[in-house]
């Protein structure tokens, strides 16, 4: 198991807010996105897209829940 922070980035004027996580390179995207929905609470949005980032831009989109977070260099999440 490794932590890894993650960023959310609200679709309204609220600053982005960093979470840390704990997962193992074997689990999936969709775990990422339940552990981050733990970690927002009752404010969590019902859409949540999940997209990685590299150099201030968005890589990719991550759109598979069976791709291994082992693929996913850094995640910012936007809702």
Known sequence: MFPSGVTFVPASS????????????????????????????????????????????IARILVSRNCCIVKVRC???MH
Not at 42 to 47: E, G, L, V
């Open 75 to 77: 995640c910012i999440y």
């Open 14 to 57: 609220k600053n982005p807010i960093r979470y840390l996580v704990t997962l193992n390179k074997q689990d999936k995207v969709i775990k990422l996105k339940e552990q981050l929905i733990n970690c927002i609470g009752q404010d969590a949005p019902k859409n949540i897209a999940l997209a990685e980032v590299l150099d201030s831009h």
